[in-house]
């Protein structure tokens, strides 16, 4: 794209990137927080966005993105918001691609970014495993070195979209004498090695997004290694840190807190005095967040990366989410049992799969109370010494 | 400071503040002024005068330093770290505020008094217990006399300047009035920061012709935003203290031991020390956010509420679990940790607590989406 949207006043850019929803944006995905875009559908979202000039707002321009500001990345978003647009992961350009940016050699970059960007590749993040969850250093997927060739064998889980994903990153054990953050490589692989199978596993919220993926005898050649042999810890911590500045940011809170809102309407409750208070702390607490959120983001951007604070920031996101879809059941009364949307007008959701989407973000990409026992570590020194 | 940054004037503010405050504030300065006369150190007063705190908002052509509301709040956090007694919000903020507003002679005259530290000036203006914000006022001026009842006036001592917001017909107007006036009574009262507050009654109190010094839109403008920026102030000033208060309590943690192990090792305490660290984090992030929609002439209404709301309640939150984290010792009045705690109290019940400030800023959301119950 020619023009730079940059230049644009934030007012200007604000109402052009609503228009174009509003025309573009298929009705049947307005299905906020439940959604989720997958396969074919975020294919679908990826190749509209890259043919009207709206993909990879945060990519810098050299690799073909927008190279937004981050004032405007925070303006997008919000609009998708309000917009009541379904989630997308996007862990190709999110996740994966800053981390080759940095990391991966010239071929490697000439390789994936270009698919990624016309959404004809998506991938999924392979790092947790049956028993490295919260302590995922302690990992065991293993890659040997033969010939040209790394042999992975072992069993990642939790691997979000892998159903429909066309290749995995993930973290392997690669020397096991030494320190355990210091023995981990970050490999890519197709989807379709011949030796990789995946197993979709069904949650409490009907979906079959997660899933367990089995490694036995991959071979993938040893151009696929990004950054050194057993410096993938340091490649993953890099990529953690995008994460977080994206599991922090007030989305979710945000459409659910609209959710409740709608509900308190809908349900004739927004001159009750003590849903009223309970509705105030649940509003404060968003809107503080989304204060910390850019701000912090912000300073991250200028190269002041604050981590006890961005530990904070996921943990106060995925508290407010769960705070916030446990109120929508306390408001919805008797249809907070109910397996279909609520029959309450202005409200179309079903509140029992908001409550079970809300369950796994206080677990996932490091579960809160590891988070905090991280963020004490920082602030507090390490325990017992 | 992590993801806050301050700019090359407030850097230089606050490692002055800390230097100054460091020999001049703190528990010892708290303690020394606490029962004392007029509420807080009048000699430590002239010397932020003489340093420009005093006059940080006041134009330089009465005296005052005009470095602007940046560099304020930046003093109201050390204020804050330091609870210090001063009456930087009341005087150097919301008074302030008013007085720069005016260009009557009488609004001058007390400028400069604060602007040097010679005085304190406090703003009269609430009449009724929980209100925030300008109210609509009883208290008023027919025919010269200015009749009504004021409560909870800041940072008062007998010598202290005062201005009074009042009606006159149906202007607003503000008014500078001499406490040693006939007519005018005072019922102090101290609060658990040291200062002094006090019920003032207006009987029949002539003002001189030239005493009104604001009137009709101006009054309001201007009483508006100095407590818009007074209720700014007081959040960053509850972030400093909320914020040396954690400090303080993981230090104290940190060479205390029970069971062989120090206070400081046991995760139930460090997870409770995290949060109570997040809830200090929002409270920067709030009243930065409300300061700069203020700053840049937005509506900053629905931040300012959130700002007082969370800052508040940090310092609430902090407080109990710092007294609880000291034990037994937290209870004492030996220990520092109450002296934060009782200016606490009086800092964030001040200006709104947060409950009410928490309705106000939703009820600002709920305006500006259209949904009224």
């Known amino acids: 794209m020619a023009e730079d949207l940059n230049l644009l006043s934030n007012d200007e850019f604000r109402q052009r990137w609503r228009s174009w929803l509003e025309e573009n944006y298929p009705e049947e995905w307005r299905v906020p927080i439940i959604l989720r875009l997958a396969g074919d559908e975020e294919r679908r979202w990826h190749r509209m966005t890259y043919a009207a000039g709206w993909r990879a707002p945060a990519w810098p321009k050299e690799y073909g993105g927008l190279g937004l500001s981050l004032e405007k990345q925070l303006i997008m978003n919000r609009e998708m918001e309000r917009y009541n647009c379904a989630r997308v992961l996007d862990s190709g350009a999110v996740l994966f691609a800053p981390a080759l940016m940095k990391y991966g050699t010239e071929e490697q970059k000439q390789r994936y970014l270009p698919p990624i960007l016309r959404g004809d590749e998506l991938w999924c993040q392979g790092y947790s495993e049956p028993n490295s969850g919260s302590d995922l250093a302690s990992l065991r997927t293993s890659a040997v070195r033969d010939g040209d060739d790394f042999v992975i064998n072992g069993h990642k889980i939790w691997t979000t979209l892998a159903a429909h994903a066309d290749h995995i990153f993930v973290l392997v ?213 | ?43 430590a007063w002239r010397q932020m005068g003489e340093l420009g705190w005093t006059g940080v908002l006041l134009p330089e052509a009465a005296g005052g330093s005009e470095l602007g509301l940046d560099a304020a709040l930046t003093l109201a956090e050390e204020f804050g770290r330091a609870i210090s007694p001063e009456p930087f919000v009341a005087a150097a903020v919301i008074a302030a505020t008013v007085l ?18 010679a ?34 006036v800041p940072a008062w001592h007998p010598g202290t300047g005062l201005l009074v917001a009042a009606v006159d017909g149906a202007e607003t107007i503000v008014a500078v009035v001499d406490p040693a006036t006939a007519g005018v009574a005072a019922r102090p009262a101290r609060l658990t920061d040291g200062t002094i507050g006090a ?44 914020s040396a208060l954690w400090q303080m309590t993981v230090a104290y943690m940190q060479q205390r031991s029970q069971f062989g192990s120090r206070l ?29 929609a203020l700053t840049a002439g937005q509506d900053a209404r629905m931040a300012i509420h959130a700002a007082k709301a969370r800052c508040s309640q940090v310092a609430q939150d902090v407080g109990r679990w710092s007294i609880q984290y000291h034990g037994a010792f937290g209870f004492t009045d030996e220990a520092d940790v109450g002296l934060y705690v009782h200016s606490g109290l009086r800092w964030s019940t001040w200006l709104g607590n947060p409950a009410a400030h928490r309705r106000e800023a939703l009820a600002c959301h709920r305006r500006e989406r259209g949904r009224n119950g």
């Open chain 2, 119 to 152: 005085r304190s000036v406090t703003l009269a203006w609430q009449e009724q217990r929980g209100s925030i914000g300008i109210p609509r006022f009883a208290t008023h001026l027919s025919a010269g006399k200015l009749n009504g009842t004021k409560r909870h």
């Open chain 2, 264 to 292: 400081s090792d046991f995760q139930a305490l460090r997870h409770r020390m995290v949060d109570l660290f997040g809830e200090i984090e929002l409270a920067g992030a709030s009243w930065r956010r409300a300061a700069s």
């Open chain 1, 173 to 385: 054990r690669t020397n096991k004498d030494v320190k355990k953050q210091a023995g981990i490589s970050f490999l890519l692989a197709d989807m379709d090695a011949p030796g990789l199978t995946v197993r979709p596993i069904m949650n409490l919220a009907d979906e079959d997004e997660l899933c367990e993926v089995f490694f036995d005898n991959v071979r993938v050649p040893a151009t696929n290694l990004v950054g050194e042999i057993d410096q993938g810890w340091t490649v993953a911590k890099s990529l953690l840190g995008d994460e977080r500045i994206a599991n922090g940011g007030p989305t979710l809170p945000r459409q659910s807190f609209q959710v409740l809102e709608d509900l308190i309407e809908g349900t004739g409750l927004l001159d009750d005095l003590g849903q009223t208070d309970r509705t105030a702390t649940l509003f404060c607490d968003l809107e503080d967040l989304a204060a910390l959120h850019s701000q912090v983001a912000d300073a991250a951007i200028r190269g002041e990366v604050d981590n006890a604070v961005l530990g904070l920031m996921k943990v106060l996101a995925t508290d407010l989410f769960q705070r916030i879809s446990d109120e929508l059941l306390r408001v919805a009364g008797e249809d907070a049992g109910l397996q279909q949307p609520v029959g309450v007008a202005g409200v179309a959701l079903d509140l029992r799969k908001v409550y079970m989407v809300a369950r796994p973000a206080t677990i996932y990409a490091g579960a809160n109370e590891v988070q905090r026992n991280i963020v004490a570590t920082m602030l507090m020194g390490a325990a017992g010494r």
């Open chain 2, 199 to 242: 019920e003032l009654e207006f009987a029949g109190v002539e003002l001189d012709g030239d005493a009104v010094i604001l009137r009709g839109a101006a009054a309001d403008a201007a009483l508006e935003l100095a407590l818009g920026r007074g209720t700014v102030a007081i959040s960053a000033q509850l972030e400093g203290l909320a």
């Open chain 2, 1 to 43: 400071m992590g993801w806050r940054v301050d700019d090359e004037l407030q850097q230089m503010l606050r490692d002055s503040a800390r230097h100054y405050l460091g020999d001049n504030g703190g528990p010892a300065h708290f303690r020394k002024v606490r029962a004392n006369e007029c509420g807080f150190d009048a000699a």
């Open chain 2, 100 to 117: 720069a507003a005016s260009e009557a002679t009488a609004a001058s005259a007390l400028s400069r008094d604060l602007a040097c530290g």
